[in-house]
């Protein structure tokens, strides 16, 4: 390993780097917009005439000389109106001032919409132009809020197959919506999570689920509930240990909180490795502890400790469900592609697709929703299940006439949608805020501590997409003005204090996007 310093001594080093990515795209652009300075250690190499970066398109997105020069190539006949109202929103959010107050001089000092307007002539045709972005965005959140205040009579029955790579990506990514959704009792839903989720069960966190089951065997109703059959397989017995959870959590008694998890631990150890006595157990716990601590963070577990870690996971949502009542249509397809490699295989249509197409037939939905980031660093697992799910409704298709489903892409704290992107615009609520993140860390107890790789926030999942949900709605303040919110004529608005974006699209409109995606990966051996 060598400093900074020690690679910019010889003026004549050839510097490479490569980015793919658009989670990439702000440390580009500060290391190459930025001058030196020690808060952008990559603009160190400014000092380096040989310095190249190879990146793509999603890592070069914040390059503001590169985006202008696409723009630029564009007349503005060719522009879309997207791409004319991203700029409009941009340069309300940089003056931080309400798209409707900006004027004329400062649309036109600014290269980007000097490029919209230059030959618009007279005051009302650009005030027209401002104010249809203005209403652009208030149809987004009026649109969401229909579902949200309408009376049962009035909604349209609707089936919600939504779907998700990872176990809390629904809740962080649109749960202040899910909950106004699972209300109207003709609407139907389908929560299916797509791989086991192993991976994000550290080995710290399952010696401390088998301590707690060492020290819950012990007790004589634990041993009474093993004779007396409460541990077979039975589902309506399994909900029993998430009921159990649950009344811990009503009663703010961490302890029963505990002992309804050792009993879905005691069950999933029960599952997989056959053992049904109290000393068994005992036995298992104690193997058990000994392979886990010997364990490295990272290091790749056997099939049947994968398998455990999963069931964890998968117990984790099961839980925020019930949160909510509801047990019913809870699936697990632990894709086959999902197998812990550094890097995974490619989904396959037999093994990957057919699952997902199995849960369409039978459900019959009329909205799908798929976590829809940007261009990936790679074939990331979100990337992969969003092939999947896109292949599955390709085959879905070609089996009758559903033209009329619709796509919802959310995306959780990894990445986020630019306002002009966004279809949808969830008013969130302090109250909804408020049970996401008493959810989350009541039902997702593997996550209270984990570890976050983002510079901007340090703590639990939860309270990173509040803060991103409150963020963007500031966002929305400025461009509408905030007393579109804090004066407005629905109660919702009143109490909005956070805004989820989703974006909408037809079968077809997925299906483009999932190729822009295929092709902005780069090329690999496709087997979807």
Same mark, same amino acid.
């Given at each position: 390993?060598?400093?900074?310093?020690?690679?910019?001594?010889?003026?004549?080093? @050839?510097?490479?780097?490569?980015?793919? %990515?658009?989670?990439?795209?702000?440390?580009?652009?500060?290391?190459?917009?930025?001058?030196?300075?020690?808060?952008?250690?990559?603009?160190?190499?400014?000092?380096?005439?040989?310095?190249?970066?190879?990146?793509?398109?999603?890592?070069?997105?914040?390059?503001?000389?590169?985006?202008?020069?696409?723009?630029?190539?564009?007349?503005?006949?060719?522009? /879309?109106?997207?791409?004319?109202?991203?700029?409009?929103?941009?340069?309300?959010?940089?003056?931080?001032?309400? &798209?409707?107050?900006?004027?004329?001089?400062?649309?036109?000092?600014?290269?980007?919409?000097?490029?919209?307007?230059?030959?618009?002539? %007279?005051?009302?045709?650009?005030?027209?132009?401002?104010?249809?972005?203005?209403?652009?965005?208030?149809?987004?959140?009026?649109?969401?809020?229909?579902?949200?205040?309408?009376?049962?009579?009035?909604?349209?029955?609707?089936?919600?197959?939504?779907?998700?790579?990872?176990?809390?990506?629904?809740?962080? %990514?649109?749960?202040?919506?899910? @909950?106004?959704?699972?209300?109207?009792?003709?609407?139907?839903?389908?929560?299916? =999570?797509?791989?086991?989720?192993?991976? $994000? @069960?550290?080995?710290? =966190?399952?010696?401390?689920?088998?301590?707690?089951?060492? =020290?819950?065997? /012990?007790?004589?109703?634990?041993?009474?509930?093993?004779?007396?059959?409460?541990?077979?397989?039975?589902?309506?017995?399994?909900?029993?240990?998430?009921?159990?959870?649950?009344?811990?959590?009503?009663?703010?008694?961490?302890?029963?909180?505990?002992?309804?998890?050792?009993?879905?631990?005691?069950?999933?150890?029960?599952?997989?490795?056959?053992?049904?006595?109290?000393?068994?157990?005992?036995? !298992?716990?104690?193997?058990?502890?000994?392979?886990?601590?010997?364990?490295?963070?990272?290091?790749?577990? /056997?099939?049947?400790?994968?398998?455990?870690?999963?069931?964890?996971?998968?117990?984790?949502?099961?839980?925020?469900?019930?949160?909510?009542?509801?047990?019913?249509?809870?699936?697990?397809? +632990?894709? %086959?592609?999902?197998?812990?490699?550094?890097?995974?295989?490619?989904?396959?249509?037999?093994?990957?697709?057919?699952?997902?197409?199995?849960?369409?037939?039978?459900?019959?939905?009329?909205?799908?929703?798929?976590?829809?980031?940007?261009?990936?660093?790679?074939?990331?697992?979100?990337?992969?299940?969003?092939? $999947?799910?896109?292949?599955?409704?390709?085959?879905?298709?070609?089996?009758?006439?559903?033209?009329?489903?619709?796509?919802?892409?959310?995306?959780?704290?990894? =990445?986020?949608?630019?306002?002009?992107?966004?279809?949808?615009?969830?008013?969130?609520?302090?109250?909804?805020?408020? &049970?996401?993140?008493?959810?989350?860390?009541?039902?997702?107890? $593997?996550? !209270?501590?984990?570890?976050?790789?983002?510079?901007?926030?340090?703590?639990?999942?939860?309270?990173?997409?509040?803060?991103?949900?409150?963020?963007?709605?500031?966002?929305?303040?400025?461009?509408?003005?905030?007393?579109?919110?804090?004066?407005?004529?629905?109660?919702?608005?009143?109490?909005?204090?956070?805004?989820?974006?989703?974006?909408?699209?037809?079968?077809?409109?997925?299906?483009?996007?999932? +190729?822009?995606?295929?092709?902005?990966?780069?090329?690999?051996?496709?087997? &979807?």
């Amino acid at each position: 390993t060598i400093g900074l310093k020690t690679i910019i001594s010889n003026k004549n080093v @050839v510097a490479i780097i490569a980015a793919a %990515g658009e989670a990439k795209a702000k440390v580009v652009a500060d290391t190459i917009q930025s001058d030196a300075s020690n808060l952008y250690p990559g603009s160190v190499l400014h000092g380096l005439p040989n310095t190249r970066f190879y990146l793509t398109q999603g890592a070069a997105s914040l390059l503001e000389e590169r985006v202008y020069e696409d723009f630029v190539q564009q007349d503005v006949q060719g522009l /879309t109106e997207k791409q004319k109202h991203r700029k409009i929103i941009d340069l309300s959010l940089k003056l931080k001032k309400q &798209i409707t107050n900006l004027t004329r001089e400062e649309l036109l000092e600014d290269r980007f919409t000097n490029i919209i307007i230059k030959d618009i002539r %007279g005051d009302q045709p650009l005030h027209e132009l401002l104010l249809s972005v203005e209403n652009g965005l208030k149809k987004k959140i009026e649109i969401s809020m229909l579902r949200m205040t309408s009376g049962e009579e009035s909604i349209k029955p609707t089936t919600f197959m939504h779907t998700a790579p990872h176990h809390d990506d629904i809740e962080l %990514g649109y749960l202040p919506y899910v @909950v106004h959704l699972l209300r109207p009792k003709q609407n139907k839903h389908s929560f299916n =999570y797509m791989t086991s989720g192993f991976n $994000s @069960v550290t080995n710290q =966190y399952v010696i401390e689920l088998l301590e707690d089951l060492k =020290y819950f065997v /012990t007790k004589k109703f634990f041993a009474d509930l093993i004779s007396s059959g409460y541990f077979r397989d039975d589902t309506k017995k399994g909900y029993a240990d998430l009921h159990r959870v649950l009344d811990g959590v009503a009663a703010r008694d961490e302890n029963i909180e505990k002992e309804g998890v050792a009993r879905r631990v005691a069950r999933i150890i029960i599952h997989l490795f056959q053992e049904h006595t109290v000393a068994q157990l005992s036995t !298992r716990c104690e193997e058990m502890l000994t392979y886990f601590r010997s364990r490295y963070p990272g290091q790749k577990d /056997t099939h049947e400790y994968q398998l455990f870690k999963g069931m964890i996971r998968e117990m984790e949502s099961d839980l925020m469900w019930g949160y909510f009542g509801f047990h019913e249509n809870v699936n697990h397809l +632990r894709l %086959g592609f999902y197998k812990g490699e550094y890097f995974t295989e490619n989904p396959t249509v037999k093994r990957d697709a057919e699952p997902i197409l199995d849960i369409m037939k039978k459900e019959k939905p009329d909205v799908v929703t798929v976590a829809f980031d940007p261009e990936g660093s790679g074939p990331d697992t979100h990337y992969k299940v969003m092939q $999947s799910v896109c292949q599955a409704l390709r085959l879905y298709k070609q089996q009758g006439s559903v033209d009329h489903i619709k796509v919802w892409g959310y995306r959780n704290v990894w =990445y986020r949608f630019h306002p002009a992107d966004a279809d949808l615009m969830v008013p969130v609520s302090l109250n909804s805020m408020a &049970i996401l993140d008493d959810s989350f860390n009541h039902c997702f107890r $593997s996550q !209270r501590t984990a570890s976050f790789p983002a510079p901007e926030y340090d703590g639990p999942f939860s309270r990173f997409a509040q803060k991103i949900q409150a963020e963007q709605l500031q966002m929305l303040k400025i461009c509408l003005g905030k007393e579109y919110f804090e004066q407005g004529l629905s109660h919702l608005l009143k109490r909005t204090h956070g805004l989820c974006f989703l974006r909408v699209m037809t079968l077809d409109e997925f299906f483009s996007a999932a +190729r822009d995606l295929e092709q902005s990966v780069g090329p690999q051996e496709s087997t &979807i």
